[in-house]
């Protein structure tokens, strides 16, 4: 590695850390309702949406008014995004003329996009009408991860609140998210990457002759918009087919920089925000803290694994499917941080990782999106971590757990358990059942131990709602479109709906002021023991299977076995 | 009901907020403020003809070009994609080896030569515009002796290829770089 690539990754990570309090201090206030300097701005436009909308922002909702409502505008997404697909032939601003999909493939990218897992089973340049990717995946873009950040809301105030009945408003919440962060974020970093080549144009693509005489189709679009939104909410899902890899949705190491950052910035600003939101910024710094050293590690691993000599290749600088202008050093920081976070976004191939920093980025998605994680989605699935943490500690000194002078009982940690278990079913049941018949196994790009990696990596990245993929397996087919949907319909409703039960359970209980019994959770021997739960659910669950693809794979690849 | 009736009316507003406004709005600035970027980096060359972006790779596979990043759609644009071959394939491992012998022998290099890594393997694009300064010294000799340059030409060309260098962004930022659409573009001005 270059020094320059050392420094990179320094600033990422210092970064990383001088903004969360500013932007997640900035974000509780938002949702506190208190004044920010966008208030001003903002208030009147806030106030004229709900006026549109029919929205009482003073009426507060239970946790089961809170799912419903949460549901219903979910679907009306998903009927967009499917409506369009199936239509875009017959409507405006298509000038490349494409066709409407499949219904499967509409199906499966419409519920894709509605959970925040933006799996592209589809190119967006061949398949997709810019009307199609602006008013029906760019919109989702939106809301989906605001959407999260509602959960997540909902979920801090159910810990925070005294026996209330209810949790906040999902509509408020909803708009707010999206007004007051994700726009502004969005408007602000599409300039600067248009700055940097990122196309922004409703032009039909443009017709050029090469200098060796041949044409080149000019691909366009309303791409800058539509990417800035896709890296800021933990999206994922490319403008173009190839992602970020491609020149014009990621043109610069500079740009590379920004949209690499911008995975991870709403994420760990809200383990701030919760902090800010239950009364106790320790708590959301502990959890940062607990984040960061996995992303650390597995970050570490990957360098280490990718710079190794790979004798089949014969080369221990492998950059198949990779950038120049990114090199191998800002592929391993953008393959983990992209997994961690459940954005799915590549800016190189993770098909042709090494054997272990491809399993390192199935791990992240393995425990559960929860390092830093999809935002909003990343804090709430954490805390399910966090429930069975106490609980455990609970059992180890023998009294009832406690978390934030809420009771933990057995209602919040069958939950949680179900929050846990639901992704993971998904993964391990989807993938056997791939590999056992044979509308699983003729999509497969690669052979031998790899191929089966193929599969695990893609039920891995629908049930973390990641959307980043082994990209040689053929996905737009029935059996994977149908499977992969179910799939991503499990990890996203599998986890909000317990959040929210917790939420409201919690949420009516008394409050019960720390006692020298209490098991303090703004420690370092929390993160200690949080980290062992997530690494013992995370092995005890997957390390058969991934033993049986990238560990095995690494090791026959060191003894020079090819397939 | 109601949740259903303000569920439709929110998405609607939040439609046009998001998915017809802000495009619009990113538009508006991107074309007024950096219009040749937002329309593709379209490069124009005799008799204002446009020659492709400098952003998207091109094939060249003349003799007197330098030669872009193998890639595995063969340079096409709509759509555009990468081999996703695994670390133990043995299609990658037999292509790797042809490419690595296809250009010492193009190139006219020892045997022995290290090639490098971004000529022997294909980009994730497809459409990578870059190669190493390492990769475009190796091919500058053959260039010159195609183009029949004499000594003094071959020294331009020489410091052209080092001219055409990109460092870090902001001393920084990504791995030096050269772009080969440029680079050949200004092979072809030279004379």
């Keep these: 590695m270059q020094t320059t690539e050392l420094l990179q990754i320094a600033l990422y990570f210092g970064l990383l850390i001088i903004l969360t309090p500013l932007i997640g201090g900035f974000m509780a206030k938002i949702f506190t309702g208190e004044k920010t300097w966008l208030t001003p701005v903002l208030t009147p436009v806030e106030g004229f949406i709900y006026k549109l909308s029919g929205v009482d922002d003073r009426e507060e909702m239970s946790w089961k008014q809170y799912a419903c409502a949460l549901l219903v505008f979910n679907l009306l997404g998903f009927l967009a995004v499917f409506i369009l697909m199936l239509t875009q032939a017959a409507l405006p601003l298509n000038p490349q003329g494409v066709t409407g999909t499949s219904v499967l493939l509409a199906l499966n990218t419409a519920v894709s996009f509605m959970t925040n897992t933006n799996w592209q089973a589809y190119s967006g340049e061949a398949a997709l009408s810019y009307l199609t990717q602006m008013v029906g995946l760019g919109v989702q873009n939106f809301v989906s991860a605001a959407t999260g950040i509602a959960v997540m809301v909902a979920l801090a105030r159910g810990i925070a609140r005294k026996q209330g009945t209810s949790v906040g408003n999902f509509w408020v919440d909803l708009t707010r998210s999206t007004l007051y962060i994700l726009l502004p974020l969005s408007l602000l970093l599409a300039i600067i990457l248009i700055s940097q080549g990122v196309v922004q144009s409703f032009g039909s693509y443009v017709q050029t002759t090469t200098l060796e005489g041949r044409s080149q189709m000019i691909p366009l679009g309303a791409a800058a918009s539509q990417i800035a939104i896709k890296q800021l909410g933990t999206n994922g899902g490319g403008f173009f087919g190839v992602n970020s890899a491609h020149p014009f949705e990621n043109p610069t190491p500079f740009s590379n920089f920004l949209q690499v950052f911008s995975i991870l910035m709403l994420p760990a600003a809200l383990t701030y925000t919760y902090g800010k939101i239950v009364g106790s910024v320790k708590q959301g710094w502990t959890l940062f803290a607990a984040m960061l050293v996995v992303l650390l590690i597995v970050l570490g691993v990957s360098l280490w694994s990718e710079t190794q000599y790979n004798s089949v290749l014969q080369t221990a600088h492998q950059m198949e499917g990779k950038e120049q202008r990114f090199g191998v050093a800002n592929s391993m920081l953008w393959g983990m941080t992209t997994t961690v976070a459940s954005n799915g976004s590549v800016n190189a191939m993770h098909d042709s990782f090494s054997p272990l920093a491809g399993g390192m980025a199935m791990l992240n998605m393995m425990l559960g999106e929860v390092i830093f994680g999809g935002v909003g989605a990343g804090m709430y699935g954490m805390l399910m971590f966090v429930v069975i943490t106490v609980f455990i500690a609970g059992l180890m000194v023998g009294r009832t757990p406690e978390y934030l002078g809420k009771k933990i009982e057995a209602f919040e940690v069958q939950m949680a358990m179900v929050a846990i278990l639901a992704p993971s079913a998904v993964i391990l049941i989807g993938t056997m059942i791939a590999v056992l018949i044979p509308q699983g196994l003729s999509s497969l790009n690669n052979q031998g131990p790899h191929g089966f990696s193929e599969i695990l990596y893609a039920f891995t990245s629908a049930a973390g709602n990641n959307g980043s993929a082994f990209g040689g397996l053929t996905v737009d087919t029935p059996f994977y479109n149908i499977a992969l949907s179910l799939g991503m319909l499990i990890g996203r409703f599998g986890v909000i709906l317990p959040a929210l039960a917790i939420a409201g359970s919690l949420v009516g209980k008394k409050y019960t002021p720390p006692s020298l019994g209490t098991f303090p959770t703004d420690k370092p021997l929390f993160v200690v023991l949080l980290l062992a739960v997530i690494g013992i659910v995370g092995a005890l669950t997957f390390f058969p299977a991934l033993s049986l693809g990238p560990i095995v794979e690494h090791l026959l690849m060191n003894s020079g076995k090819i397939f | ?191």
């Design chain 2, 1 to 191: 009901m109601k949740t259903t009736l303000i569920a439709f009316r929110l998405f609607l507003v939040m439609t046009l907020l998001t998915g017809v406004l802000y495009p619009l709005a990113v538009t508006g600035l991107g074309q007024g403020f950096f219009s040749h970027k937002a329309n593709g980096s379209v490069l124009q060359g005799l008799q204002n003809k446009a020659i492709g972006s400098e952003l998207l790779a091109q094939k060249f596979d003349s003799v007197i070009y330098f030669q872009s990043r193998p890639s595995a759609c063969d340079y096409g644009t709509v759509a555009s994609s990468a081999s996703n071959k695994g670390p133990t394939s043995a299609d990658l491992q037999k292509t790797a080896q042809e490419r690595r012998t296809t250009f010492r022998v193009h190139n006219n290099l020892a045997s022995d030569q290290e090639v490098p890594s971004e000529m022997v393997f294909a980009s994730g694009s497809g459409l990578d515009p870059h190669i190493s300064p390492e990769a475009a010294r190796l091919q500058m000799s053959r260039v010159a002796k195609a183009r029949g340059c004499n000594e003094e030409q071959t020294q331009a060309l020489k410091q052209l290829v080092e001219r055409s260098v990109k460092s870090p962004q902001f001393g920084m930022f990504g791995i030096p770089r050269v772009n080969v659409l440029q680079l050949n573009r200004a092979v072809d001005a030279l004379r």
